[in-house]
């Protein structure tokens, strides 16, 4: 047995006592939160070592900021840990349940999944949080974060271990693997005997690679190529105000927008009163000729590729459409399937975008940058699945959890 | 773009329309039962080709049968998919919803999966069964079937397309790959920009290379090593009475029992009774060295290998255990997930049983044969899943099904 494969048959042995847990597992998580903030200098200590190693490799400002802990930081960590712990509990609920006329008595009982696996990046909060919602839901994790954060990760994840141990719970419910090759992680994808699923999170690249490579379930989180549509019938100012939020807010995340549909009919009204908006984070536009046309030099030319672009950046796509079909179709060729906005007043057109984009968020007049699991009330949220299969949109606790079906008879043959 | 990327992208098409569809679905049902009705006699001479090629082929007497059709199969054809036509439309169902205090309305609507493919093997019934249940959920579905049914499958296939372009819904929302080569299935599997999920049915083999070698995602059925666990507290004619009916009702199908434990407190009193009830159907037993103590020289030594075989036959492995945890340990170890099965008296162990043995199915005091759409009074049945993500035990429509969040708002931004 390799060493991942040893983690991966302590994770399922754990699993099967976390299944059982029941309150114990919210003891834990408050021996989480509590270890987390008394060993906070340690943490701290550790996580300095990243940001020099990352100082040397040359890592960008902001990737720094990612990985880069506080005492705050480190305190937001714990809290997030002790509000997952105030979370009702999911597993035991009774999704749906019958007698049948044999006499069976059949309900489907919501369980945890067993063993996740979770390949991340480099922001060092994500194995407490991640850790914390599957423990929460029962599950034994498998945590493999990037390279950047792993001096960090290694004193999370041990501090973490060793609260749960405390509690009695086994200490393997959480382990991290601390080889940061690029082997382990395809290791980690081919565990298909001991692990239910994989979350990868994180950009792009990863998640691609993740779902192309894995032999285990996945789940395909944030890739966010979102439109907002204005309808010819928007409220011009409404619309503008949706679309500088949905783009500037916060541009590096997966709910931020990346390319506006604006209806000919309306273009020439709205363009201007959108740019004027969008001028004063200077976003960059691409646009069609009709876009140019309208707004002048400043637009530069958009290509094919940046329709399909998720820039995460203050750059904003821009097309002009002839009609809603038009729209719609655009969607539908370049979307992720994160989400979509219509803006508009025509009830009609309302429903018809409702029914007919195909996305785990579909909005009439409201920001795409509500599509979050805090937002929606879900408690917390492990990422946002951009998949049709078990989860779509913000996933929370439910989403960490299964179904069986349990039958009790009193000797019934078939 | 290669053959099996355009049968992608038209599939893709049709389930834009599918996915607005409604009532037509259902007169496109009826529509094909008609016409497999109405087309009965050429359904039956491609049929006749297929049989004449499979004993040339030299095919067991049991695979000639599965692919044998006659006009009583193709009417039982024709009335499950107008019982499929029956069912309840799931699409557009409200699953959960609320308001936000900003006054974002949020509801999560149940929407089709998109574009769905099943890989199959000898059986053509498959061929309508699938296809009727894709498209009553909204679905576009691209079949890949065995070779050995081929010309069936053909046929059903394009009495079907003609069928559903004939009530003005894409002929396209059923296609059938009519290359069985392996490449095919290959590239099927790899159809990651069109396809929304794959369904492999069929044995093992097909399965597993299915789960390794997909970039889609998959929904794994139908393996079934599963136990009845005889507990020291059972009553020994219901033991004896539902091993015989879930070994020897149909010894060739997932949900019959492949081994039974049996507790050493009432192995020497249940092992000869059960035995006896076995005799009647000539079951062959492969024992641990304390059944042969208890039985004699019928019982076979059971092998490790023989504790992870899935016989589909007249054989049963037995093992007698010495605590309810040895048992409940094997089951662990060796169960496929799929059903397994106590029988006692004691509430208590009754309760344990369903809480700590992880399966699709868990049952007390009945027999593992009811784990099945049909006897769980889900209408219908497009397989068994045996993973936990997304669906597990029988798949009915609502399986094959997606949601997604539509949120209503006035102007609201984060």
């Known amino acids: 047995m390799t060493v991942i494969e040893q983690m991966g048959a302590r994770a399922k042995a754990a699993a099967r006592v976390l299944a059982g847990a029941g309150a114990q597992k919210n003891k834990a998580l408050l021996s989480i939160a509590k270890a987390l903030r008394e060993n906070c200098e340690k943490i701290l200590k550790a996580n300095d070592i990243d940001i020099e190693n990352g100082k040397n490799a040359g890592l960008t400002a902001s990737l ?57 990046e480099a922001r060092p909060n994500v194995t407490a949080d991640a850790a914390a919602l599957c ?86 989180t944030g ?75 400043c637009v530069k030319p958009a290509t094919e590729e940046d329709y399909y672009k998720e820039f995460l950046d203050y750059i904003l796509a821009v097309k002009v459409v002839d009609s809603f079909e038009e729209a719609v179709d655009h969607i539908a060729k370049y979307s992720s399937g994160h989400s979509e906005c219509i803006v508009t007043e025509n009830y009609t057109r309302a429903c018809e975008f409702l029914n007919q984009v195909d996305a785990a968020a579909v909005y009439v007049n409201a920001s795409t940058r509500f599509t979050d699991g805090g937002q929606f009330g879900l408690g917390a949220e492990i990422g946002i699945s951009t998949q049709k299969l078990h989860a779509r949109g913000p996933m929370g606790l439910n989403e960490l959890t299964s179904s069986k079906f349990v039958i009790m008879g009193n000797g019934q043959i078939r």
């Open 223 to 297: 890739v966010g190529n979102c439109h907002v549509y204005v309808d010819e019938y928007a409220d011009i100012d409404m619309a503008a105000n949706i679309i500088f939020n949905a783009k500037t807010s916060r541009p590096s995340v997966c709910n931020a927008i990346e390319t506006i549909l604006v209806h000919s009919k309306t273009a020439e009204k709205a363009l201007p009163v959108i740019k004027a908006r969008l001028d004063e984070k200077n976003v960059e536009l691409r646009g069609c000729p009709k876009t140019a046309e309208i707004l002048g030099d």
């Open 64 to 120: 720094l900021d990612r990985l880069k802990l506080t005492e705050e930081r480190v305190e937001g960590i714990a809290e997030g840990v002790e509000q997952v712990a105030a979370l009702k509990d999911p597993i035991g609920d009774v999704l749906s349940g019958n007698k049948l006329e044999n006499g069976l008595e059949i309900r489907r009982i919501r369980v945890p999944l067993g063993v996740i696996g979770i390949i991340f």
């Open 135 to 220: 423990l929460k839901a029962g599950n034994a994790v498998i945590l493999r974060g990037g390279k950047e954060a792993i001096n960090s990760n290694k004193a999370i994840a041990e501090i973490m271990r060793e609260a749960v141990e405390k509690t009695g719970l086994p200490k393997d419910s959480i382990q991290l693997i601390e080889d940061t090759t690029r082997a382990s992680s395809t290791e980690l994808m081919g565990l298909s005997d001991y692990l239910d699923v994989l979350i990868p999170r994180g950009g792009a690249g990863l998640i691609k690679a993740v779902v192309e490579n894995a032999k285990v379930p996945v789940i395909e």
